[in-house]
């Protein structure tokens, strides 16, 4: 009998020395993969040639400069351009959604007034700002379309394509 319980004794300290044996173990290996792969990472970047950009060469630029200034002349291409940008919570996209379909149709009033519902949920939605300073110049009211792309312009979490976006109204004549 107690040949069994040292037995029994036995195992368990074997078992539980063979288990803090083989997380030692694998936490060793871990930390060596993960040094063997930042220094194959390093070596890396160090064979990279540093050759300078020429802009000249890069037909990206040239489409966006297009682009842009399709923004700045063309009104319909830049509605659709604000049509693609969605707001961050849902309960703000479904109201522009509503307001969208009434852009649309041409109740500029509607939409307007449904933006405006809006603004009153969230005052942190450059998609929201967007359309308002849009559908203001649509309504030949550019000072109300310029201090909706200024205010648009205050919040911190805006996208890069919508500040551009903002500052066409802002600039507008």
Known sequence: MQKRSKMKAT????FKLRKVLKSYFFKEIK????????????????LLEKKPIQ????????????????????RQF???EILHIHAGTPSIQRIISESDIFWKE???????????????IS??????????AHIRM???????????ASRGLLIDD????????????????
């Open 11 to 14: 195992k368990k300290i074997l």
């Open 31 to 46: 930390y060596l993969v993960l040094a063997f792969l930042f220094l194959l990472n390093m070596s890396a970047c160090s």
């Open 55 to 74: 802009i000249d060469e890069i037909e990206e630029v040239e489409e966006f400069s297009s682009s842009l200034t399709t923004l700045l002349v063309d």
């Open 78 to 80: 830049l509605k659709n």
């Open 106 to 120: 041409g109740k500029l009033k509607r939409a307007s007034t449904t933006l405006e519902r809006a603004l009153r």
């Open 123 to 132: 005052k942190n939605e450059g998609s929201v700002y967007l359309r308002l």
């Open 138 to 148: 649509e309504e030949k009211k550019p000072d109300e379309s310029r201090a909706f």
């Open 158 to 173: 805006l996208s890069s394509w919508e500040r551009v976006l903002m500052n066409i109204y802002l600039n507008a004549e």
